[in-house]
């Protein structure tokens, strides 16, 4: 018989080198899997990991892909450390898009350099509405703020695809669903020229700076931490756990909101039905990469942007399919979190300590 | 002895010509085709026939391809088409309506590669468009459902309300009508080109409604396999979709890219592509009937004449009077709708009980 028994101690070594040992691991199972489908195993994880940058627009489209999922992660963390699961930033993201896109769109004329703050505002502000709902049905009801928020995913992305069908609908497009493309002004500036990397990206190293700052300087992120990890001794110090629940949930929302608005207003630069290829949720399993710290988000963020570049990379030349990504992204997700588990507990074979406890 | 000496002469000589006359005519192996897919090739039915097209450029030209599958249509559409740009390709085919923009993006920066969109407006000088007259197969599959449909209510499982859907309906239910003016319709919007369950599960509601025809501008075989357990009749879309419901599909309107996609990589080949705006119906070959079963001699007698008139000409699928659901005359008796109507469709023809989503 196998057992897991929970260890004493863990070593504080481990937690932060789990992820690496669980990065290690993934590309020697990769490359097996690679051997076996016929492919030259370091040829392979050479197209997968390096090929997609050794070059500098490369390494600018890392960062493009990285951007999104590092805002929405980092706000999600905040949240999933004071045990408030927020899984529906797919929809905050959306919210955001069409709350910080529609100020671009009725202002389509505008040479205004106030549009683009004022989407940043919207954008934001329609995220944290949409993560408003769950926090206030969680608040008020008890309603289990996972199914909520989930639910409420499928209300925006229907939403969206109202308005690009209907009203918001390019009047120039053939009735194809799209908006108007963005006025210039409502544009994100393209910080290197020649490539997509746009103001989001310095956007996003700001948020990994200012939420490393929160958690570890201010109160209220040693609130977030105790809340997450004993609540019972919060409640006991008076910290509101409701008051938890609306601050992470509004600014998980905000900063979803947020990517969003970069997304429709950098690379895409209009509305159109789909907007994100599920970045709300990627950003979750970014955010347990990172460990929930902001920093190793950043990296979390970068790694996951790789696996689908690099996708990409192996099916263009390698004549690899599609499901290589997701197969990557899972066996990484895999090996963290059995390494975790192996932080946390040992395995024992046999039954000898359940006997002495019967005897 | 003289005769491979003599060959590898002619080899030499062959080769130092195709030196002189310089290094831009290219090859036909030296083209590489790349294709960008919205959908995974496994789908069976827009992107899987897109592949087949690729496969018979293969077969046919003997020229390098690759393929990029299930590629979003937003912001990492760019770096795809980019990328093949990029890796050598030097005609690049984008399969989505989606990838309008970041195609016309990346042949602004590639102007000695040639691209080619399918269903979009935009064009370039090294970007042609390219798409195919559906609607002329979804005449015959109304004429075939206007004779077979016992409860005279046809289920119509639809993606999305664009132009290219609603032409369809309309052609749909115009040779419906033309065979039996009794016939109805019932549409549900799945609100997606490929989603096996919520396309299952539109079929099935409309069956709970009286329809014992299912017709689909979706991409999976998910609502025609409903159609055949429930033990009613449907039409396969974009591939032959028999081996799914061989008891159920009449026909299936499909896509045939396979002449066009084989024409353009040798006319890249030989020097000879430029930029054009295709529309294929029937008569192109893009647009194919799978052959007709579970249906009596008559009626495929009669869906292979109104095939067979489509493709000659002799008979166009909209061909006035035609008048909207407000009772506006659209199109003038005797008169045909042109492509600038047929590609802004966004009206139902009168007589259509349902409401466009708006």
Redesign the interface.
Known sequence: MVRLEPRRQHSQAMVYLSPVLAIFMTLVVGGIIFAFMGKNPFDALYTFFILPINNS?GIS?LF??ATPLVIIAVGLSLGFRANVWNIGAEGQLTMGAIFGGGLALYFHDSESAFLLPAMFVLGAIGGAFWAAIPALLRTKFNANEILTSLMLTYVAT?FL??LV???WRNPEG????ESR?FPDAGLLPIIYDGT?VHLGTAVAVFVVIAGWLLLSKSVIGFQLRVVGKAPQAARHVGFRQKRMVWFTLLLGGALAGLAGLF?VA?????L??????GYGFTAIIVAFLGRLHPVGILFGGLIMALT??GG??A???L?L??AVTGLFQGILLFFLLACDVLTKYRIRFGSTAAKGRTA | MNASFMKRTIAAVAAVGALATGMGAAQAEDVKVGFVYVGPIGDHGWSYRHDIGRQAIVAETGAETSFVESVPEGADAERVIRQMAQTGHNLIFTTSFGYMNPTEKVAKQFPNVKFEHATGYKRADNLSTYAARFYEGRYVAGVIAGKMTKSNIVGYVGSFPIPEVVRGINSFMMGAWSVNPDVKVKIVWANTWYDPGKEGDAAKALIDQGADIMVQHTDSPAPLQVAENRGVLGFGQASDMIKFAPKAQLTAIVDNWDKYYVARAKAVADGTWTSTDTWGGIDSGMVDMAPYTNMPDDVKALAEATEAKIASGEFHPFTGPIYDQAGELRVKEGELADDGMLLGMDWYIKGIDAELPK
């Open positions: 627009y489209e493009v892909k229907l695809s109202f069908h209907g009203p053939f009735n194809f669903p493309p997509r997304e950098g690379p895409i630069g209009q159109q039905p789909s907007i994100s290829p689908y570049l990409e990379l099916q263009i030349t004549g399919p599609n």
